[in-house]
């Protein structure tokens, strides 16, 4: 049974700046949520009870979100905000947090070989800390039923829009059973006239732990860094590696777009909020100019 996730959480984010200059993208908040929580919860729901971080400089507050604020709680409990101190105290509780250092920023497959030693010797999971996927039954739980049946390294895949494969990196192989694929190749972004298929690498895996001994040796790729992609193109060279294309939906707050998307999506579903954004929003598009 996989116990231990790594979340990377690293990267620069030169797709948000300003806004990730000085503070971590991985919390900038859905609603009232940093992204990075929504990745913690999915783990946890998932039964991960050990988590890794990796992170790096400008990143300190992600531990300072995980950790307890002894003086915030107090300041709660004296208010009797009840709510607030049990939510508090619930997410320095989630599970075991862990931080490794990323001291040089070479790419997420550099990122991931900094776990190795927290790792050890055994299959782990990996959620990169900028992405949310939205499901029923959490996604990291799907990759870890469907690594019970097959013990090789499980991606997942999500169906994207053909004219659009050219931003992810992609798979190819064939279906051996509904929504598995057993994977002979990995393409990153390919044009959509040469894609091997639609079916995109979506930001959680489980990795077998010879994929440390792969990206050691595995060459600087795309823009000057060690891609886990290069290191998981080496892999499936030597041994059977599958995709499980999810049920879910996925979020990437690493892109300005999909972040104010995602918070739209999210405010719609709160119940103190929903009325007001629908009717905010409605106002705007019949053409109002002051709909504050
Ligand atoms: P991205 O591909 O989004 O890269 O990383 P990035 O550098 O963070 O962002 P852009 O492209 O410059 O805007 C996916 C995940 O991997 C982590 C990031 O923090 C993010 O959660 N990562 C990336 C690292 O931990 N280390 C790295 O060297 C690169």
């Known amino acids: 049974m996989i116990k231990k996730a790594v979340i990377p959480a690293a990267g620069f984010g030169t797709r948000f700046l300003p806004a990730a200059k000085s503070q971590p993208k991985e919390m900038l908040p ?32 992600i531990e300072e979100h995980f950790d307890r604020n002894f003086e915030l709680e107090n300041e709660l409990e004296e208010k009797n905000k009840v709510e607030e101190l049990n939510l508090m105290r619930r997410i320095s509780n989630l599970a075991e947090v862990h931080f490794v250092w990323q001291k040089e920023l070479k790419g997420l497959g550099d990122a991931i070989y900094c776990a190795r ?5 055994e299959p782990f ?34 169906e994207v829009d053909r004219a659009k494969v050219e931003r992810y990196g992609v798979i190819s192989g064939r279906e051996i059973e509904p929504s598995v694929f057993l994977i002979d190749d990995f393409v990153e972004k390919p044009s959509p006239k040469d894609a091997p298929s639609n079916l995109a690498i979506a930001g959680r895996y489980i990795l077998t732990p010879d994929i440390f ?5 595995t060459d600087y790729g795309k823009n000057n860094e060690i891609q886990l992609t290069d290191a998981m193109r080496k892999l499936v060279a030597e041994r059977a590696m599958y ?8 979020h990437d707050i690493g892109n300005k777009l999909d972040f104010i998307r995602t918070n739209i999506w999210y405010a719609l579903k709160r119940d103190d909020m929903k009325d007001e954004i629908k009717e905010f929003m409605a106002r705007i598009l019949s053409g109002d100019d002051s709909p504050f």
């Open 243 to 250: 995709g499980l294309k999810f049920k879910g939906r996925r």
């Open 213 to 217: 001994d792969t990206i050691s040796k």
């Open 125 to 158: 999971a990996v959620l990169l800390g900028d992405t949310i996927i939205e499901s029923e039954n959490p996604v990291t739980l799907q990759l870890m039923k469907a690594f019970e049946r097959y013990r090789e390294c499980m991606v997942a895949l999500e």
């Open 117 to 121: 030693h927290h790792v050890g010797d």
């Open 30 to 61: 859905i609603v009232d949520t940093p992204v990075i929580q929504f990745v913690v919860e999915e783990a946890v729901a998932s039964g991960i009870t050990d988590i890794l971080m990796v992170i790096g400089k400008g990143k300190r507050a």
